[in-house]
Structures are given as C-alpha cells and as structure tokens.
C-alpha cells in the first residue's frame, strides 16, 4: 500500500494541527495504521495507533490527552489531530501499515510493513 502524509506546517505551541496519510486503494481498511515521528538525530517513535475497525487506539505517554489518532475506511484516510502543541512536538510525522491487530505491539517499529514519506510539523515558542 502506497501510503501519502499530508498536512505538516508551522504552528504557534498551544495550537492545533490536524495531518493527514492518504490510503488510495482498497485494501485500506485491511491494515492497523500508526503514526510515529523523528526527531533530528534521533529514533523514529511511536506516536499512536489505530486498529483496523478505528474502535481501538494507543498512544504514547507524551501525546495522550492532546492528539487523537482517528480514521475513515471510507476515504482510505488516516488522520492525526493534534492539539496544545509543545516545541518539543517539531518533527516530522511518518504514517505507517502493518498486518498486526495487537496494539501493543504496534508500538514497536517492526508491526509496521509500509510507510509513508513523512510531513514536517514545526511549533514555534
């Protein structure tokens, strides 16, 4: 699955950026997605995750309460809200598909079969 990150940009910290990871195909809805995101120099990491049917998502401790990981099987569309952003939230932003249907194990890099090419999200103090 060709997968298409959109929606990155500048954001003042405390606002709100909603991105977006385009599916096109039909066999969307046959993969648990993520989002995950890197920091220069560092490790990709897990973001949140979202099964196959949207009814169970994860998320990482630093983002839990202020995004929300949501899709729509319909439009083939993956999408990250995210609210009151902290400079510490610039990266960029990579969405991703794997096969798995724990989602304790969509945590880890591995579940993830397909990326997508990431989008830049930056947040100004």
């Known amino acids: 699955v060709q997968l298409q990150a959109s929606g990155g940009g500048l954001v003042q910290a405390g606002g709100s950026l909603r991105v977006s990871c385009a599916a096109p195909?039909?066999?969307?809805?046959?993969?648990?997605m993520g989002w995950s995101r890197q920091f220069p120099g560092k490790e990709r990491e897990f973001v949140a995750a979202?099964?196959?049917?949207?009814?169970?998502?994860a998320y990482a401790g630093s983002v839990k309460g202020r995004f929300t990981i949501s899709r729509d099987n319909a439009k083939n569309t993956l999408y990250l809200q995210m609210n009151s952003l902290k400079p510490e939230d610039t990266a960029v932003y990579y969405c991703?598909?794997?096969?798995?249907?724990?989602?304790?194990?969509?945590?880890?890099?591995?579940?993830?079969?397909?990326w997508g090419q990431g989008t830049l999200v930056t947040v100004s103090s």
């Open positions: 991703a598909a794997g096969y798995g249907v724990i989602l304790s194990e969509m945590r880890m890099r591995r579940a993830y079969e397909f």
């Open positions: 979202i099964r196959r049917s949207g009814g169970n998502t």
């Open positions: 195909g039909r066999t969307f809805s046959s993969y648990s």
